[in-house]
């Protein structure tokens, strides 16, 4: 997929530009669903996914440049963890400029993706880009040729409607294991 670029953001899949210390941040300390969730199984999680990446465009940075980065840690190789210390947003170039929010999607390739990981910095919520994230991951992933698409979410319905997103049809048909240490805040329970 082709960096997109709208109102001074940049959405980008490319794995290379994920700052994973960043992400870590958000998921472990700002999100209910991941909440201390160590780093390593944030960046594992990360490499054995597609990951998209939104940016705030620099005016230093044109949007559509890109410098590489560390290739530690990419989707290409999810045995690789990468270092806190060498990953984008740690003085190396990210890509236009501070990332913002960030999804995954975990998908057989084929048949199936499991959108999870939807965040937006607080400093940038209010912008449509948790709407454009999600748009975009479903216009990606269905060009794939990717019919089924499954979320979570106990609070952004309303969110995930507007994308086309519904109640999980035949609910009773899905079972099972769950055994997340977060797995009561995630379903709003004490």
Not at 34 to 43: E, H, M, Q, S, T
Request: negative net charge.
């Amino acid at each position: 997929m082709e960096d997109l670029e709208r109102d001074g953001y940049v959405l980008s899949a490319d794995p290379k530009r994920v700052d994973f210390t960043r992400v870590h941040r958000w998921l472990a300390e700002e999100s209910y669903w991941a909440a201390g969730r160590p780093y390593d199984l944030v960046a594992r999680s990360i490499n054995g996914s597609l990951p998209y990446s939104v940016f705030k465009a620099t005016p230093t940075t044109p949007a559509t440049a890109h410098t590489p980065a560390s290739d530690a840690g990419t989707a290409s190789d999810p045995a690789t963890v990468p270092d806190p210390g060498t990953v984008p947003g740690q003085g190396a170039v990210a890509g236009p400029g501070e990332q913002v929010a960030f999804a995954r999607a975990v998908t057989d390739g084929a048949t199936f993706a499991w959108i999870c990981d939807v965040f937006v910095d607080k400093d940038h919520r209010g912008h449509g880009l948790g709407q454009w994230v999600i748009d975009t991951i479903l216009a990606d992933l269905s060009e794939r040729g990717i019919q089924r698409f499954l979320l979570a979410t106990r609070d952004a319905h309303d969110v995930y409607r507007r994308s086309g997103f519904t109640e999980l049809a035949g609910a009773h048909r899905f079972m099972e294991i769950d055994r997340r240490p977060t797995r009561n805040a995630i379903l709003g329970k004490s």
